[in-house]
């Protein structure tokens, strides 16, 4: 489902237990963050649980969202400017997602504010050091995976992290993040083009369905079998004129 005004304007809002004003955008297929400009920046949470987003993008410039609730999804990417988009965010819940890298972490690096962070069920929470990763790069986190940060960890991080070997397994841990990056803009492009071919695929099957349906003697149906054996499909050639007309 599209996330528009009109899905906006029809789902559940009300002040939730914290006594923060909520959207409740949960369980509607929703794929693609947009249109939250449509909000009129009225909300400090908004609950994306429960839908097929892969991107946490596409956020508008919201002062007064402060939390993000986006479990079970297949989110695997974080917008790099994400603390410019959302200045005041303070928790994110990422329960059940697909993030895999601990360089795909950075962009919650820029956002100062964030004290909550939870990454159960991603692929990056079984990775060596995470924990000490995020605490490291994160000094005003109060609460990674529902577990408080205890000062002992914030000692241990800085002690791995800050010396020369541990600056190093830093810069390839980045590097590394940045190659998975473009491989995974590939492979999401090529998912696209296939499910667009399915698409058209299966829309020519209809196409070729009907036009035998409609066909009123032998003669016609062996013209349709000579035009398919050529790759022409029925209508074909008359839709794309119409289109290009338009």
Do not use: W
């Not at 649980?49 to 999804?73: A, M, V």
């Not at 974080?78 to 697909?98: D, Q, R």
């Not at 994160?138 to 991080?157: C, G, I, S, Y």
């Not at 409609?214 to 054996?229: D, F, N, R, T, V």
């Amino acid at each position: 489902m599209k996330l528009n005004a009109d899905l906006i304007l029809m789902s559940p809002q009300f002040t939730n237990p914290l006594k923060q004003r909520e959207l409740d955008l949960r369980g509607n297929k929703i794929q693609v963050i947009e249109n939250l400009g449509a909000t009129l920046d009225q909300f400090d949470t908004i609950d994306f649980s429960d839908n097929d987003i892969r991107s946490l993008d596409g956020f508008p410039h919201l002062k007064r969202l402060n939390t993000l609730l986006l479990n079970n999804n297949r989110i695997l990417r974080v917008a790099p400017k994400l603390s410019e988009m959302l200045p005041n965010l303070e928790a994110v819940v990422l329960t059940n997602n697909s993030i895999a890298e601990l360089g795909d972490l950075e962009p919650f690096f820029s956002c100062k504010k964030i004290n909550h962070l939870t990454l159960l069920r991603n692929p990056v929470a079984a990775q060596d050091n995470y924990r000490l990763f995020v605490i490291y790069h994160m000094p005003n986190l109060k609460v990674l995976d529902f577990a408080r940060v205890r000062e002992e960890e914030r000692t241990q991080a800085q002690r791995l992290f800050g010396s020369e070997d541990g600056q190093a397994m830093l810069k390839d841990i980045l590097s590394h993040a940045a190659r998975h990056e473009a491989e995974a803009v590939l492979a999401e492009q090529e998912k696209q083009r296939k499910e667009a071919a399915a698409k058209a695929k299966a829309a020519a099957a209809k196409k070729i369905q009907a036009a035998i349906a409609q066909a009123g003697s032998l003669e016609e149906i062996q013209k349709l079998e000579a035009q398919l054996q050529a790759g022409v499909v029925p209508g074909q050639a008359e839709e794309d004129a119409a289109t290009e007309q338009a």
